[in-house]
Structures are given as structure tokens and as C-alpha cells.
């Protein structure tokens, strides 16, 4: 998957098309680490490195295969660090995952 690909779709597109089997979740990955690369050296949105490997979730999810990004913030994955934007919880792991990460 092209980088240009990736970037013209929304996650509904994206499963789609894994569905498809068009492409695979390991592709549509690469292509997501790839934009993220590209343009996070202008943002810094990102408080630190995609997790290598992602974290194991059901496959069978509407959304199975899409990648995301964990917002700091209110969403919590377990074994995933968390720490809010503040030096106050500093090196925080959420040890569950929150009712939206489910």
C-alpha cells in the first residue's frame, strides 16, 4: 500500500479493503508508520514510538486491522504507558484497559 493510498482513506475505507483482503493488516500498518514518519517530524504529535509489536487485540473487532494511535488522554490500554500530558504521572502504566480502549 502506497503511502498516497493510505492517506486517501478513513478507517471504514481501510477495512474495506482488508476485508477485501485487498491488502493486509501488516501493510496497512507499514503504510500507517509511514505517514506517521512523514509528517510527525513537522507535528510532534507523538510522545513517543509506535509500539513494536502492537499490542494483541481480538480479530474480530468492526475495526479489526485498522491501526490507531492512544491519545494520552482518557483512553487507556493496559501495560501501555499513560501519563496524561503531565510530569505529575510520569512513567504511569495503565494496568487495564479503559471502557473506550475495549
Known amino acids: 500500500m502506497e503511502l498516497h493510498e493510505y492517506s486517501d482513506m478513513d478507517a471504514t475505507d481501510l477495512k474495506c479493503r482488508l476485508d477485501r483482503k485487498e491488502v493486509t493488516p501488516a ?10 514518519s512523514h509528517v510527525d517530524t513537522h507535528l510532534g504529535a507523538t510522545v513517543g514510538p509506535p509500539l513494536d509489536p502492537p499490542p494483541t487485540y481480538s480479530t474480530s473487532g468492526p475495526f479489526s486491522g485498522v491501526p490507531f494511535a ?3 488522554l482518557l483512553c487507556t490500554a493496559a501495560g501501555i504507558a499513560n501519563e496524561n500530558g503531565s510530569a505529575a504521572t510520569a512513567g504511569y502504566i495503565a494496568t487495564r484497559d479503559s471502557d473506550l480502549m475495549a
Open 27 to 36: 501493510e496497512v500498518r507499514e503504510a500507517a508508520l509511514a505517514a506517521i
Open 70 to 72: 492512544l491519545k494520552d
